[in-house]
């Protein structure tokens, strides 16, 4: 049974969705269709940067989702593409939900350019952190956040559980670098510091969760075919009804990546295709499960790797 991935922030780069936009009609379509719904051109920024705007949180969430769907839509050209589930980290939720049929593309495009919009402005930049915490349990980093927070009475909580031995954490920028010492002392290997404009995935993050949600009142979501597996509860959606709510607190919320990998195996994916720009999910796919079979989808160059993984995965 195959599964579709989609990523989240941090896989943009400049030049991305270029390759598909010249050689795909349908991918092409899709960029087009963002520019409209945008009134700007995603597209230029995608191809051509700069670099410090692509960055940008309210321009690299849209421009992620539309290099992800345009790749999507170019795999489907003339070919059946049928996954059994779909699943995307954080950002990547929206493609999965545009995947799924769930939400149209154009109003999935201008609600995560509000999203990125509303979650820039919750935090002043230099505030917020966040930081991986690598070699040690989710358990322990609980511990460690904990600890902190209470000892500097201030924000500090895993917000992405990414991998067994992997745990990204955001809040305060001191009660983050407490939270690190803490798992150091408690036998993490490593901190790295991330390169990111605010606090994604905490609970400093809700003022941008009830901004969104104004915005999310304005949807109807349709039930998803395939289901999601939600980042909130790891669990497979299908009711639209649910989605806005689920939504709303993934702002707030840990994205529990790890329970939604083995969520989607014990569904019976045993094929997992990471449809996007970069690899990430598929190197966390890799600490999680490392036998499921997987691919990317990330260029053209990999359309028809793509094609036969997909045959395989839907035989």
Known sequence: MLALLFPGQGSQEVGMGRDAYEASPAARAVFEAADSALDFSLSQLCFEGPDEELRRTEIQQPAILTVSIA?????????????????????GEYSALVAAGALDFEQAVRLVHAR???????????????AAVLGSTPESVAEACAAAAKEKGEVVSP???????????????????????????????????????????CALMAPAAERLEAELAGISFRDA???????????????????????????????????????????????????????????????????????????????????????????
């Open 71 to 91: 790749l999507l839509r170019a795999l489907e050209e003339g070919f059946a593409v049928e996954p059994a589930f779909v699943a995307g980290h954080s950002l």
């Open 225 to 315: 075919s395939p289901p999601v597996v939600t980042n909130v509860e790891a669990k497979a959606n299908t009711d639209g009804t649910r989605t806005a709510a689920l939504l709303k607190e993934q702002v707030t919320a840990a994205v529990r990546f790890t329970d939604m990998v083995e969520e989607l195996t014990s569904l019976g994916a045993d094929h997992f295709l990471e449809v996007g720009p970069g690899r990430v999910l598929s190197g966390l796919l890799a600490r999680i499960q490392r036998r499921v079979p997987r691919a990317n989808l990330s260029g053209i160059g990999d359309l028809e790797e793509a094609r036969s993984f997909v045959e395989a995965g839907q035989g």
């Open 116 to 130: 990125g919009r509303f979650m820039q402005e919750a935090v002043p930049e230099g505030v917020g952190a966040m």
């Open 159 to 201: 917000a992405n559980f990414n991998s067994p031995a992997q745990t990204v954490i955001a809040g305060a920028k001191q009660a983050v670098q407490d939270a690190c010492e803490r798992a150091l002392e408690q036998g993490a290997k490593k901190t790295v510091s991330l390169p990111v404009s605010a606090p994604f995935h």
